[in-house]
């Protein structure tokens, strides 16, 4: 079935341009230039995604995340500017599944919404012989413990909120402890349909998980960084 994708931005070219490139992939776009109309669209007529700027008139990203909410569990991606960390982080502790700074590459969102499509099918498939073959087992490697089928993440007990992206990167260093990744191999684990990305943007993501997992464990140092080589998770 094809998925129906809304995209709420008060930037008519954003809306445009996205719209046109979702759709030349298959997908249905409704799109909404301020957050007041996208809410009552939205909770009349639920999307299976819906692609949010945060700041908006009359209703902002947030709080139109919060109204949703209360009553749908649509997954969300946020637009924010490069500097929004904190707006980053209300979204994603209010419940966004990811977030991409603008301006972005179209390829790039459209590889994050397939993937949190594919993760939110994963999580709601019924149980059966075939679906029980195709989930991926959880990961647990000493205090880290990580679900993909629920894109869910704890550290000792407590829950760690990763987006997409980061949750590929963590995975892949954990599945193989001790094994040293290149930037590269990260890369190709968390941007797929050969995405090309700086070198760097591989290094903020790390900075941005470690910075979540030390909010629930300040001496938390399970991602060793070799420099030269790349990174390695530690469950020692």
Same mark, same amino acid.
């Given at each position: 079935?094809?998925?129906?994708?809304?995209?709420?931005?008060?930037?008519?070219?954003?809306?445009?341009?996205?719209?046109?490139?979702?759709?030349?992939? =298959?997908?249905?776009?409704?799109?909404?230039?301020?957050?007041?109309?996208?809410?009552?669209?939205?909770?009349?007529?639920?999307?299976?995604? %819906?692609?949010?700027?945060?700041?908006?008139?009359?209703?902002?990203?947030?709080?139109?995340?919060?109204?949703?909410?209360?009553?749908?569990?649509?997954?969300?991606?946020?637009?924010?500017?490069?500097?929004?960390?904190?707006?980053?982080?209300? =979204?994603?502790?209010? =419940?966004?599944?990811?977030?991409?700074?603008?301006?972005?590459?179209?390829?790039?969102?459209? %590889?994050?919404?397939?993937?949190?499509?594919?993760?939110?099918?994963?999580?709601?498939?019924?149980?059966?012989?075939?679906?029980?073959?195709?989930?991926?087992?959880?990961?647990?490697?000493?205090?880290?413990?990580?679900?993909?089928?629920?894109?869910?993440?704890?550290? =000792?007990?407590?829950?760690?909120?990763?987006?997409?992206?980061?949750?590929?990167?963590?995975?892949?260093?954990?599945?193989?402890?001790?094994?040293?990744?290149?930037?590269?191999?990260?890369?190709? %684990?968390?941007?797929?349909?050969?995405?090309?990305?700086?070198?760097?943007?591989?290094?903020?993501?790390?900075?941005?998980?470690?910075?979540?997992?030390?909010?629930?464990?300040?001496?938390?140092?399970?991602?060793?960084?070799?420099?030269?080589?790349?990174?390695?998770?530690?469950?020692?």
């Amino acid at each position: 079935m094809t998925a129906t994708i809304a995209l709420v931005d008060d930037d008519r070219n954003i809306l445009t341009s996205v719209s046109i490139a979702l759709q030349a992939e =298959g997908f249905v776009t409704r799109v909404y230039s301020d957050g007041e109309t996208a809410l009552k669209a939205l909770l009349e007529n639920p999307p299976d995604l %819906a692609v949010l700027d945060i700041k908006m008139p009359k209703m902002d990203g947030l709080e139109l995340l919060r109204r949703l909410r209360e009553k749908l569990a649509t997954p969300v991606i946020f637009l924010t500017s490069k500097d929004d960390e904190l707006d980053e982080a209300l =979204g994603l502790a209010m =419940g966004a599944d990811d977030y991409i700074a603008k301006p972005f590459s179209q390829r790039l969102l459209i %590889a994050r919404i397939r993937a949190i499509l594919r993760r939110t099918e994963a999580a709601s498939a019924t149980p059966g012989a075939d679906a029980e073959e195709e989930v991926q087992p959880v990961l647990e490697r000493g205090r880290l413990n990580m679900d993909p089928a629920r894109h869910k993440v704890t550290w =000792g007990g407590s829950n760690v909120t990763l987006t997409v992206t980061e949750f590929l990167i963590l995975e892949t260093l954990a599945q193989r402890p001790g094994i040293v990744k290149t930037r590269n191999q990260l890369m190709d %684990a968390a941007y797929q349909d050969d995405i090309y990305v700086d070198d760097r943007t591989i290094d903020s993501h790390i900075k941005r998980v470690r910075r979540k997992f030390r909010q629930v464990d300040p001496e938390f140092d399970a991602i060793e960084t070799l420099y030269g080589a790349g990174y390695r998770f530690s469950d020692e």
